[in-house]
Each structure stands twice: as C-alpha cells, then as structure tokens.
C-alpha cells in the first residue's frame, strides 16, 4: 500500500484517500481479490482502479460505456503524465495502430474499450498476448438483465475476463439495488461480504422534494419562480428531446437564460453548453439524461426533474449531481399524470410480437453457415422486417449466444463499400491492378455519380473470393493514398457453436421461452415506474426510503431527513395517475381505418398509445400520423385486448385500409392528454382499474410525525 500512498500524493495531488478508497484498493492489492464498489455519484470511483494500475504490472483494462466518458478521463490522465488511451471507432488508422503498439510493447498502463469491443476478433487476438493485471467494469449495474440500463453487451464481460484469465476484477457502480449487486457479485466471482465496498447514497445536503402539477404550463410556473431564487448553477431534466425545447422556450418567457442539452444536438453544440455550463456560477440546462455523465461540478444547487424519472436508480443518480460541495441544495421532482404514459411508453416500447421472435428465429435457425463456419446478418433490416428494436434484437442474439450456447459473436463487417479516385496516378493503380481480387471488385462494382459502389457480399459470392479479401483489398488501396472509401451496412457476424432447432415445434418453443423473458423485462420495467410514484407519495422520509431502496435501511438517522417534503409537512403528497380501462370504440376504429395489419395486435396497440417500432415507422403509422398516440390516456393492456380481438376478426391477416386517412390540425401531444381520474389516492399507480398497492392512508403513517 506504500507505492499507492505515492501515486495518490504524486500523480493525484491528494495527502489521503476519502471514504472507502483505501479498503477497495488494498482489496486489490494486498489480497489480490476481487471487489465491487458501490459508491454514489461523485464519490470517487475512478481513483480505486487508477492507482492500482499504475501500482500493477501489465495492462489495467477498463469497460465503459461510454465514448465521450472514456475521452474525458483519458484526457485528465494524460495530463498528469499517464500512460492511458481509448480505443474506439472514431479513431483513424494511424492514432489505432498506435494505440495497439504501445498496448502489445507493455507501455500502456490504461486502456479504455466499449463493450462491444469484445466482439472484436482483432481486439480479442491483442488481449492474448497481454497481461491484464485488473480489469475495471465501470457501470457495472448493466450486466443485470433486471437493472434499470442494461446492456447485452455487457453480458459477456465475465466471460472475456475468464477466457483471459485477468488477474482481478472490479466492477464500479453508483445505481445498484441489491439485487443486482448479487447479479454482479455472482457473474464475477466476488465475495458478497468481504469484496463489496459500499458508501451509502444518503446525503444529508440535499433536500429531496416533490410537488404535483395538472399540467406543463403549471409546472413552467414552478420552475422559473425556483430558478429565480437560485444561489448556484442548476439542471432541469425532461424526458424527451421536444421537451428540452418546449420547456427552455417557456423559461425564456419568464426572462430566464437557459441552455439546452440533448443527443439530438451536434456534438460541437452539447461540447459548448457543458463547458459553459461547467464555467458557469449561475447556469441553467434544460436536458434529457444525456447530460450528467462526467459532470462533476461542485456547486450544482437546484436538480428539478420536470418529468418524474422512470428509475429511481435514474433519480438516485441525477440528484446526486446535485451539492457535491457539501452544501445545501434542493432536489425537486414533479409528478403530473399527463407524464406517465411517456414513462410507460419506454416500459412497454421493448416488447415486440411473439410471431416477430418466431420469423427471426427461423432466419437465424436456417440460414446455412458461410465457408468459414459464420453466419451474418443485417441487423437493421431484420429489425424492420420482424419488428423488432435494435436494443432487444442485440439482446435476443446475446440470448443464443450465453444462454443457449448456439452461436457467439465474432467481428461484424460492412457489407457495402462506396470507392472514389483520390488521384488520377493512384486510380489508374486501381484499374490496371491485376489481382485477382481487384478483378473481382472491378468486375461486380456498381457506377454512381462520383465513384463506384462495391456490394461485398455479392462479389464475394458470384467471385468465390472471401468477402475479408476483399475488404483487404479496398483498404490497402485507401492506405496506398489511391482512393477514398466510406464503408456501409454493417452486418453482424457469428460463428455457429452448436446445431440450432430446425423444426417448427423446436422453434416456437424457443420463440416463446424468449418471448416470456420480453415480457418478464416489460413487467419490471412498469414495476420499476411505480417504484418512483411510490416512493415520492409513500408517508416515509424520502431520503429514507431512497437509502433502503439501495439496501442502506440505516443510513439516515433515525429514518428522518428533517428537510424533505414528507419530513416538512408530515404526510406525503397525493397524486392520481388513473387510465381509462373501456378503449374508445370510434378510435379503435380510426386505428383499424388507418393500419390496415391485423396479424399483430400489439403493433396496433402501440400506434394508438404512441410507442413507435420499426415496423410502424416503416408503414408511416409512426410520430408523423396524427393518430399516433391518440389513445395515449387508455390502459396499454385493454388496447391489446381490443385490437387482438379485430385481429382474430380478420383471421390476423392483412386487410385493406377502408379509406383516407383521419386528418386533424397537428399532431396530439402528451400534454394534450386528459386522465379519467375523478378520485386522489397516494402510492397507488392504477391503470386500467388495478393499482399498485403501497400507499398508506392518512392514519397509518409509518414513521411518527413531527
């Protein structure tokens, strides 16, 4: 532990370690054991595997999600002298066989990958001839399939760090309940006693508060008349990219200089508002939960989240922006039930049809392999002809590959190359290249306006010429400064590991196994939303029933913030987010009049409640039709019921579309949404006539009142 006392005051300019730094790096240094830190929003994660990679021999190899991240601490690093890189896909050739050289030369001490690099035959045959001496997985909580962001990428991790025989592992997270703790302890061999390292996310400085709005233009009013008393920089969070824009503009109107962050925006645009905002003493961002990760800002006084967020492992990390300073800053929540079916939107969005999951299935199944034992396919196209989302696609192949052993995954390529002259020296190269590779490109090429178009599968198939040949072949001329090239149409490769089911009983059953694990992941999800509405209504300290979320039932003393809105006022707030139950008969119509498919059900469903998919954006149902999202106020399980019922009418087959299509003056909005409720209760999400019990009435209060 001496070397890393040196590193921390050397190389990090700190006399001591804060918290539980030391036990998580003498865990990795003295025992040689794996650990799990599970520290809040700011608590200094990083620093438990920096100082041990520079205390280890070998590599210190980092997963994280991440790229802009991955930038931001490779920057800080190198600047105080550390020999570290990420390695990405927006790096050219040049800065990557670098990178590659100093990693393979044992120069390299941190190396900074995305996930998805593990699919990488390249990256995987590099990892082979390197010591990996720890292996740090940061936002670990997405290796859970029930955590609030997971990732199937991120499976396969533990795997690669068994394969690789890595010396230790440690996995880093600010949001993990603990159940998903036990997920991560147990994928990576950690001892749930001696290797987790937890600070609880009780902080004593913030004032968690909640208030109930009827809709968007009161809650404008609420968030400039906050803002206005503010004393330090602040951070409004909306749910969708149109409201950062609708709720700055409404800000404007009441003076208030606001900037706007959202994924929409170009990266030049979100770089200029976060440094300004970073530079700012009393700045504004109106943002979607893009905006945060990297941000530690001192200083931050005001979290207000316009739109209840769908986690509370999302909240949790959100606030925890908030005070990091140590002193006094306000977390507002917004709870509105207009809102809800945008949250239960995201919830429902993944689960695609069963008979989709049976068309991929059979595609996957029987499609016989290439030469060299792989088979590939275009994810996007496949995402559009059986409907389903590329998130939960990449997640159903993630299945094949861990949970059944039929397939894994190996380096994807583009299946269409775009080549023009760069000189008229080096073009005259290209066409009297006798090769027979060069050949076969020539023969098969396609003319366009301003060059040639390669489809490498068909050459490769017509020339009998390996399609990474090829690919060799175009790269080397771009290298040789002949040509430009613009690669296309990835397609993702896998090497079949194990005989797939070929019968149709075989793969149906396959289908509904997967189908059920859609719907279990559907079902958390919405549990997920009533977790949030419970616990901003319960009768409990919010900071209380925030830490025991977390499994820190202790953290606050005696279960009493004194500064939250449970503690101020003595009960919690009452809030009534209830759907219609009854589908509308003449909409129901409008939808079948509109959509003319009726062997999915729930593809009609999503129209009307506002879920786009792949298919609906496709068939032009999607955001642009003005009946998208018109039954958005009716329980999404009752508009199933009611289309499958039109469905099985038809014999689930296509019909023609019974005429023109409804016109209104614009497309309806969420906020435009009216709930049914006539009654008020507290903790209790009803849709469609259930509720979600949790809530106590105004005599049973858990905890006594002061």
Known sequence: MEKAHEVLQNTFGFSSFRLEQEAVIRRLLVDNDNALVLFPTGGGKSLTYQIPALCLEGLTLVISPLIALMKDQVDALVARGVKAANLDSTQGADRAAWIKGEVLSGNMKILYVAPERLNNEGFMAMMRRVRISLLAVDESHCISQWGASFRPEYLKIARFAEEMDVERVLCLTATATPSVAKDICDSFFIDRDAGVFRIPVYRPNLALKVEVFDNADQKIKRVASILKQRTGPAIVYVTLQKHAEEVSNGLRTHQLDVMIYHAGLPGEERERVQQQFMDSDQGIVVATIAFGMGIDKANIRQVIHFHMPKTLENYSQEVGRAGRDGLHSDCYMFLCAPDIPILEGFARGDTCAKCGIELWLQQVALQPPAPDGTLDFNHYKQAKEYDIRQNVLNLLYAQLELDYGYIRAVTPFYSIYDISSRNAAGWQKVLSDPSPTA?????????????????????????????????????GWEMDGHIWSKASQVRARYMVMNPMPKSTKEIKALADALYQRMVAREDEAIEKIRKVIEFATNDDCMAQGLAAYFGDEDAVPDGMCGQCTFCLNGAGVDFSPVATSIPDPARIKQILDACPERDDPRLLARMAFGITSPRLTYGKWSTAHPLFGCMVDTDFSALVVAFDAECKKAGYTKVEAAGPTPRTSQKRSYTQTKTTSTSSYRGSYNRGGSSYGGGRGRGGSKRARR
């Open 439 to 475: 050949v076969a490109i020539r023969t098969y090429w396609m003319t366009k306006s301003n060059g040639h178009t390669v489809d490498m599968v068909s050459t490769a198939e017509h020339s009998r010429i390996d399609r990474s040949e090829l690919a060799k072949k175009i790269n």
